[in-house]
């Protein structure tokens, strides 16, 4: 299972302002909401840096409890106490509330209602949202997007080549794997830091099973 840590999170151009957002968020005792988004959409860390947050928490000791928007809206539906359980838990971390925009049901409208209770008690949330920068006005509802950019918005930007690079070098370095010129095409062409390290990991696989294979011809 992947480690989320800020210390397996690349510190690179295109987060370096997220991630100072995000750690000033969580020492900040008035902040209440946070929403971690990205100019992609998806794939270039909001996950990693909200578990790496949740990481760090964990060690001052405060109740931090985290769920994908699927899950809760599973286990909201089967157990109708979850909600008020959830209103006053120290921290509250929400990934891809996205999933939640198109269900028009009774339990994800009470979902956002236990959301907008937590902040405005001062109950310390942080969501992320897998939508593009230029997508955000269309594609959430409008109730929801006043709660959701309301208060602290910490916005991951678009890699750069040099950032990219930097990525695939730690996880080059994390594979056990030499670096070959092949490489270069991986890292020009990937959409997005998830892609990047996919590509990596699959071709860091290949060459192991070639080389499995090589040493059993030897043999």
């Given at each position: 299972m992947?480690?989320?840590s800020?210390?397996?999170?690349v510190?690179?151009?295109?987060n370096?302002?997220?991630?100072g ?19 992609f ?9 909200m578990?790496?947050?949740a ?13 994908s ?13 979850l ?12 990934d891809d509330l ?13 979902i956002?209602d ?13 969501c992320?949202v ?36 930097k ?8 594979l ?14 990937a959409g ?5 390290e ?6 860091a696989?290949?060459q192991?099973i ?6 059993e011809q030897?043999?």
């Amino acid at each position: 299972m992947k480690e989320f840590s800020l210390s397996t999170l690349v510190n690179a151009e295109y987060n370096q302002s997220a991630i100072g957002i995000a750690l000033k968020f969580i020492a900040d005792q008035d902040a209440t909401f946070m929403t971690i988004d990205s100019y992609f959409g998806n794939g270039d860390g909001m996950t990693h840096l909200m578990m790496g947050l949740a990481e760090e928490l964990h060690r001052t000791g405060v109740k931090v409890v985290s769920y994908s928007a699927e899950r809760l809206l599973r286990g909201a539906t089967a157990d109708a106490s979850l909600l008020s359980r959830l209103t006053d838990c120290d921290y509250l971390l929400l990934d891809d509330l996205n999933f939640l925009f198109d269900k028009t049901t009774a339990v994800s409208a009470a979902i956002f209602d236990m959301l907008a209770t937590r902040n405005v008690t001062g109950k310390k949330t942080i969501c992320t949202v897998a939508i593009a920068v230029k997508d955000i006005d269309s594609e959430i509802p409008q109730p929801y997007l006043d709660l959701l950019y309301s208060a602290t918005v910490c916005r991951l930007g678009i890699p750069s080549l040099a950032d990219k690079c930097k990525v695939a070098m730690a996880k080059i370095d994390e594979l056990g794997i030499p670096f070959d010129a092949s490489l270069n095409e991986i890292i020009e062409q990937a959409g997005n830091i998830r892609e990047l390290e996919g590509k990596l990991t699959r071709y860091a696989a290949l060459q192991n099973i070639q080389k499995n294979a090589f040493f059993e011809q030897v043999l």
